[in-house]
């Protein structure tokens, strides 16, 4: 039993690695001819926060640092001040599972958006700082917009084709704590 939870656990973190990659490639590749009116969400960050609070233990915090450390590499943004963003986001969001676990759709998504514009605020101060250039205000506000519109559709493809499921009441990890 236990070998076959630390197979799952490894498995999904295969699947999230791959959905991350092929994320990262959609966006730095030129897909679209036309040049686009509104901004995309961004379904990486969605996605990990939805895998964090339904299977905290699928998600290792190096995972999640290395994927975004990737992405702000791939997309020339200043390295490493978007993962370590994630990364607080993140954990709190995952010290906060087993309240969210009781939690329906709404709330979560409320917690979810309240810790997007928290990040979002704490980069853009971030590279006010440093007086890095940042995307203009509006376009970062448009993909915040987008990407917390999106949440429930991911929790939906989480749940239903993925099976990435909230964990049930007296469910175990694979050492046998409960979760």
């Known amino acids: 039993m236990n070998d076959a939870l630390r197979f799952e656990t490894l498995a999904y973190l295969g699947l999230f690695l791959l959905i991350a990659a092929l994320s990262i490639l959609a966006r730095i590749l030129p897909l679209s001819v036309a040049s686009d009116a509104w901004p995309r969400p ?28 990737a992405e702000d590499l791939f997309l020339m943004r200043p390295p ?26 709404l709330l979560e998504w409320g917690l979810v958006a309240s810790v997007m514009v928290t990040l979002l605020v704490a980069n853009r101060l971030g590279l006010m700082i440093v007086m890095t250039p940042r995307p203009p205000l509006d376009l970062s506000l448009l993909t ?36």
């Open 42 to 69: 961004d379904i990486l960050i969605a996605l990990t926060m939805a895998w964090v609070l339904r299977r905290p233990a699928h998600m290792p915090a190096i995972a999640i640092v290395l994927v975004f450390l």
């Open 80 to 105: 490493g001040l978007w993962a370590l963003l994630m990364l607080v986001g993140t954990e709190f969001l995952r010290r906060r599972q087993p309240v969210v676990r009781d939690m329906n759709l």
């Open 144 to 179: 915040l917009v987008f990407t917390m519109a999106a949440y429930p559709l991911v929790v939906l493809v989480l749940q239903g084709l993925l099976r990435v499921r909230k964990p049930a009441t007296g469910e175990v990890d694979e050492r046998g704590h409960r979760i």
